[in-house]
């Protein structure tokens, strides 16, 4: 229960001590900076929240209509009534769509700690008007400069008596009632009409040109006579030598009473642009799908051995990924974000050595052993979760460094609030239904508008989140044709499960939306299932009860989803993505030009022996394999033998072995090995002293540099590494032997990473708080709050706000020990070991050993205190 508290607050403070629990609660879930650390009392949370930080992060929540009346709340006398505000917002004439909007968005800033106060005295927090109030420094998005009694702080008595007169009022004895009754006039719709009547046309014209914004402008030290008309009449205020502005009350009136030339109570709509089956829709994302998985394994392949040098800096160099996206026949943003996946997956990270490269981990191949609708799942859920942002990549960073891939400086906070916001927006149509991304952009737009003018695109970071969304979850296979999949919807958890009208649409009827029923997230602001119920409250009232949240118009603070959840989310997409996967298959085709023919994916043994075997010629929905004389030597070094290899082929081809790939296998295999390469820094040898002769006669080996040590043993300066490759392409087919001649089995897969943890996503501040630390943190500030605002005795030193009580060592002693016999409740002041001061309320129970056992009503537990760390003590009033 909360304290009882004035009717009318008079503080931020008082009107949160009047809330009830629920109300607290919401405020901090949605606020949650406010609870990190917990506040000892009401106050000090009434502090946090008007500091100036706390402020602009949460007008940086506001969708566009809630920024708009805390706008309209800055340029209103201070405090306003609520009419004082709809007259604001809707106009002289009303606005049937903003009166039914503003009750709730007013509850929302009440619910925020933005505005407080009764509906005849609305307050917006003193650090909010600051920010949003009109300056010359900082112009406001309503346009309005400012008032008249702003305006003319600065000006002489005598020359407010003359616009005084001039405008035909009655001279007054002071500038301050000069200026109230100038005031009284701008604000009087029929005089200010009468006025405005006699105007000349050029003047009229001047104020229709500064009615809606910028309010300044540019005279000259003898204006031209329509410019002195309105100047002597007020109705242009000089702010400085050679500027004018047009009073807030003036602007007002031309407007017809709106601070906004188009106020936005509803949200834009998002629907459908195209609508297909969603049976298509599955297919084809399922078919993204398998792409997706194809190309980060082709990718991870390819770096087997070793991938790019890390750059001193961190990070892949330009021409490591132009060379990458060559190789993916991909462009190089698509190839960027591949790369940036795996790494974010944890299935490619640096290897730590001291020619630091990139190269698969170990979980790689755990990935790899995993069902192939469970490796989507594995890419999917952390797309959806990572901060990491690939479409950055090329950009320049604050120091104006370019930002590479891999590298440091492309983590986005914000990023996976907009993939869940985006793929929330398109979970709530029919399915099927693929919105335009210019309808997406713009309800984000008003979701979560940008405050003040953009001066460079980092301000329009949002916006560029959600294009790289819709690109990122096609290419993923979340989305098939710009429509959200079913195995989407099923990665978002209970939020995509949720299914309902689009409450944009629903509006159309009840003019705006109301509290929804659904199976929505908790805490994540996303849409459930029901029927928008139509506001129909005449004011948003003065309760302290928090609103109904709307999660369609106000996503609220965005709470990911637990580890459990997410496990479940990413098990269930894999369910429903395995049936729309085609099978791995166990065979090929063999032709007669030397190719084999995949007409579908191979099972894992298949493919891997396959890719050492042959080449990738073409892909697509069959992939086409070409046998070569170096690839059959490849898979020779990786320790096949000829017999294996024709056995290999004939029992997975489901064509006869062509006698041309027969021949190849043997000739290949017969040269293998005939030549052998060892590190002298390395030499080669032979048995047959008439190869070797061959070689040290081709011109082609000069670069080598071989000289004969003996009849069948040639040396180089070079290493074996490079010898091999040399003769290799001179036509031979040498193969590497060890120090006791062994011949060496190059492995593929031979190179990886020690184990790795993926990257963790960076937060956008402090996560919301669970239920559990939202009761707890609410019980210690209502404990704290009431420590510290309990009556004391007088005890003739009044002490000062937050001081703690000061007493000698004896009289708390011999407090203390009479609060045990009465059972009375007493203050202390307690210094911890810290050196943190604290004031508490606490029964005494025990003093004994120097330490007094007391329940203490602030931690709602009983403690045992050291007594030289009490500072005083002080006794409660009777009530």
């Not at 940086?60 to 006398?77: N, Y």
Request: net charge negative; with cysteine.
């Amino acid at each position: 229960m909360s304290p009882e508290a004035p009717s009318t607050p008079r503080s931020l403070a008082e009107a949160l001590r009047a809330r009830d629990d629920a109300s607290l609660a919401a405020l901090l879930r949605g606020r949650p900076d406010l609870i990190t650390p917990v506040p000892s009392d009401l106050t000090q949370l009434a502090t946090r929240a008007g500091t100036r930080a706390s402020v602009l992060r949460a007008l940086e929540r506001l969708d566009r209509f809630a920024l708009q009346t805390a706008q309209a709340l800055a340029v209103a006398p201070d405090p306003a009534s609520y009419d004082t505000l709809l007259g604001l917002l809707a106009g002289d004439g009303g606005d049937a769509a903003v009166a039914d909007a503003l009750p709730r968005t007013v509850a929302s800033l009440r619910e925020q700690a933005l505005v407080w106060g009764d509906d005849d005295r609305l307050r917006l927090v003193r650090t909010a008007r600051e920010l949003l109030a009109p300056s010359a420094q900082h112009p406001s998005p309503t346009g309005l400069g400012p008032t008249v009694r702003e305006a003319t702080s600065g000006m002489s008595p005598g020359r407010m008596q003359e616009i005084v007169a001039t405008a035909g009022l009655r001279s007054t004895h002071d500038s301050v009632s000069a200026v109230t009754a100038l005031t009284a006039l701008f604000t009087d719709r029929a005089k200010m009409d009468e006025l405005l009547d006699g105007a000349p046309e050029a003047a009229r014209e001047v104020l229709s040109r500064l009615m809606w914004g910028p309010p300044y402008g540019q005279v000259t030290a003898d204006p031209a006579l329509h410019l002195r008309w309105l100047l002597d009449r007020g109705l242009l205020l000089p702010t400085t030598p050679g500027t004018v502005v047009l009073p807030r009350e003036v602007a007002l009136h031309l407007r017809g009473g709106r601070a906004h030339r188009a106020p936005e109570p509803l949200p834009p709509a998002v629907e459908p642009a195209a609508a297909h089956s969603p049976r298509v829709v599955d297919a084809t994302a399922a078919g993204q799908a398998f792409t997706a998985l194809a190309t980060v394994e082709e990718l991870l392949k390819s770096w087997h051995q070793g991938g790019p040098a890390v750059l001193r800096a961190g990070g892949l160099s330009q021409r490591d990924l132009k060379r990458t996206a060559v190789a993916l026949d991909l462009s190089e943003p698509v190839a960027a974000f591949w790369v940036e996946l795996a790494y974010a997956a944890g299935l490619l990270a640096s290897d730590g050595q001291a020619d630091e490269r990139y190269a698969p981990t170990p979980a790689y191949d755990t990935w790899l052993e995993l069902p192939p609708a469970e490796r989507w799942a594995h890419l999917a859920g952390t797309w959806l979760t990572a901060t990491r942002t690939s479409g950055l990549i090329g950009g320049r960073d604050a120091k104006d460094r370019t930002l590479s891939a891999l590298g440091p400086g492309l983590d986005r906070s914000a990023a996976p609030e907009v993939r869940h916001r985006v793929l929330t927006l398109l979970a709530g149509l029919p399915e099927g239904g693929a919105p335009s991304a210019e309808a997406v952009l713009a309800r984000l737009s008003w979701e979560r508008p940008l405050r003040g003018p953009q001066r460079d695109s980092t301000e329009d970071l949002r916006t560029r989140l959600a294009r790289w969304t819709l690109t990122e979850s096609e290419a993923l296979g979340v989305t098939g044709r710009g429509a959200l999949s079913g195995q989407g919807r099923a990665l978002l958890g209970s939020e995509g499960r949720a299914h309902g009208v689009d409450t944009a649409d629903a509006v159309s009827a009840s003019g705006h939306p109301g509290p929804e029923t659904g199976s929505g997230h908790p805490g994540s602001g996303h849409p459930g299932s029901g029927t928008a119920a139509t506001a129909t409250a005449p004011g948003p009232g003065a309760s302290g009860t928090a609103p109904e949240p709307d999660s369609d118009t106000d996503p609220g603070p965005f709470a990911p989803l637990s580890p459990a959840e997410q496990a479940a989310a990413t098990s269930a997409a894999a369910r429903l993505l395995a049936p729309l996967l085609p099978e791995p298959l166990d065979h090929v085709l063999l032709q007669a030009d030397l190719t084999a023919v995949a007409p579908g994916p191979l099972r894992r043994p298949l493919a891997d022996v396959l890719g050492v075997l042959a080449d990738v010629e073409s892909k697509g929905g069959a992939t086409v394999y070409r046998f070569t004389p170096g690839s059959v030597r490849r898979a020779l070094d990786a320790g096949q033998t000829a017999v294996g290899l024709h056995a290999f082929l004939a029992e997975h081809s489901r064509t006869p072995v062509p006698q041309p790939l027969a021949y190849l296998i043997d000739d290949v295999a017969r040269r293998h090995g005939h030549l052998r390469v060892g590190a002298a820094s390395s030499y080669v040898r032979c048995d047959d002293d008439a190869v070797l002769n061959e070689i040290l006669a081709d011109k082609r080996a000069a670069a080598l540099r071989l000289r004969r040590l003996a009849p069948t043993v040639l040396a180089a300066p070079c290493d074996p590494g490079t010898l091999l490759e040399g003769l290799r392409s001179m036509g031979y087919a040498p193969a590497a032997e060890s120090a006791d001649g062994d011949v060496l089995i190059a492995r593929a897969d031979a190179h990886r990473t020690p184990p790795r943890t993926a990257p963790d996503p960076v937060p956008d501040g402090p996560p919301p708080p669970d239920a559990t630390l939202l009761t707890a943190a609410i019980r210690a500030i209502r404990a704290g709050d009431l420590a510290a605002t309990a009556p004391r005795k007088s005890t003739g030193t009044e002490l000062a706000g937050g001081e703690l009580p000061r007493t000698t060592q004896a009289d708390t002693l011999a407090t203390l020990q009479a609060a045990v016999l009465t059972g009375d409740t007493v203050w202390i002041g307690y210094v911890n070991a810290e050196g943190a001061a604290s004031q508490r309320v606490v029964a005494p129970v025990r003093v004994e050993g120097g330490f007094v056992t007391a329940y203490d009503h602030t931690a709602d537990e009983v403690r045992t205190y050291p007594l030289h760390r009490i500072t005083g003590v002080a006794e409660l009033a009777e009530d």
